[in-house]
């Protein structure tokens, strides 16, 4: 790859890592309930996701996704049941403080953010879409080296990984500066309302 495909690459991924969208909600909204570690994994796990496509892009992303169509409905269902579940608990637990559990122990741990961050990734239409699409007009999917490799996986890591925790940790102080505030609870509420209409409209993508 040339430094202008490697540079234009990195900044389009920038951007779009850095627009509205369910895994931006996903991260804020974890980092903000739970704090900024469960941001951080979820910010990764994101990022893990993308690995994959870049991986899968590779290899041939088109041909391996009709190959996998059920296993990508599969997963699709599974980050929506997710975010449908968080945004459950977010309703019926708004007293969950910062950087610590709910008062009923919900939210799960580290890892469950970490793989719901893979998922929604890997159940997302708009990811496989620039993967299939778009990616190839960054790099030579024919003429790939290990360095090339290597070096797609790191944009996409920094690129990807850096916005989201970036969105994780200013989610994080806003949470903490806020606290006490008195609209705090229908905030929670508010995003427990985002986080099921994001499932909803995560499940009915076809």
Known sequence: MTFLGSLSLFLAMIALAAL?????????????TRGVRHGIATSLGIAVGDLIFVAFAVAGLVAMTEAMGVSFAMMRYAAAAYLFWFGISLLRN???AINGAGADGRGGGLWISFAAGILLTLGDVKAILFY??????????????????????AITLIAVAGVKIAYAMTAATIARASHGWPYRPAARRVAGGAMIAAAGA????S
């Open 202 to 205: 995560l499940a009915l993508k």
């Open 94 to 96: 708004e007293t969950a």
């Open 132 to 153: 299939a699409a778009l990616f190839p007009l960054f790099i030579d999917l024919t003429a790939m080296t290990f360095i090339n490799v290597a070096l797609i996986a």
């Open 20 to 32: 509205p969208s369910s895994s931006v909600a996903l991260v804020v909204v974890r980092s903000a």
